[in-house]
T-cell receptor, first 112, second 113 residues
């Protein structure tokens, strides 16, 4: 079946440093890939989605490239801020699947 | 814009008790979802509903029932609460199933004594 594996957390970074959260996926279909962010006390919200292979998605300084050959969708940001502290979820929806499948989430804490 | 409301915010029950969680959305979305969120296990789908009166089982449906009484509301019932079920339950909706962005509510935190 479809699955998503992402970096185990928690991840602690200093403000101004770079972030990479790894996400790998398995599916026999052609997926749309998503990154969601969940701030404390809230539900997850979409950061961005990428429906096509070899395309990049971006929002709020975060970006990820849909790498079909490597089956990866790693989340990156060049310089994190304290306000980026949250849980990040990678998700996929295969084109014949019925719902999105989420990874286990990566908790990021950014310290001053 | 729209909003998803989940009630109650905190739910405390006794082991073996039947407990109901409610969700309302005013996006006029067709599809609604219930997820369970456990630390280190991410979001696991319990039930979803493509339209009013439709119900589909997710990966974690055993021990739960759901009801889509009307387009805007989706309830989840824990049929017999167990101590290992303490978690946050998230409701979500999307315009259509699958590709479309999912919008989430703030969650109901369940504690079983």
């Amino acid at each position: 079946g479809d699955s998503v594996t992402q970096t185990e957390g928690p991840v602690t970074l200093s403000e101004g440093t770079s972030l990479t959260v790894n996400c790998s996926y398995e599916t026999k279909q052609y997926p749309t890939l998503f990154w969601y962010v969940q701030y404390p006390g809230e539900g997850p919200q979409l950061l961005f989605k990428v429906p096509k292979a070899n395309e990049k998605g971006s929002n709020r300084g975060f970006e990820a490239t849909y790498n079909k050959e490597a089956t990866s969708f790693h989340l990156q940001k060049a310089s994190v801020q304290e306000s980026d502290s949250a849980v990040y979820y990678c998700a996929l929806r295969a084109n014949s699947g019925t719902y999105q499948r989420f990874g286990t989430g990566t908790k990021l804490q950014v310290v001053p | 814009g729209g909003i998803i409301t989940q009630t109650p915010k905190f739910l405390i029950g006794q082991e073996g008790q039947k407990l109901t969680l409610k969700c309302q959305q005013n996006f006029n979305h067709d599809t609604m979802y219930w997820y369970r969120q456990d630390s280190g296990k991410g979001l696991r789908l319990i039930y979803y509903s493509i339209t009013e009166n439709d119900l589909q089982k997710g990966d974690l449906s055993e021990g739960y029932d759901a009801s889509r009484e009307k387009k805007s509301s989706f309830s989840l019932t824990v049929t017999s609460a167990q101590k290992n079920e303490m978690a946050v339950f998230l409701c979500a909706s999307s315009k259509t199933q699958g590709y479309a962005e999912q919008f989430f509510g703030p969650g109901t935190r369940l504690t079983v004594l």
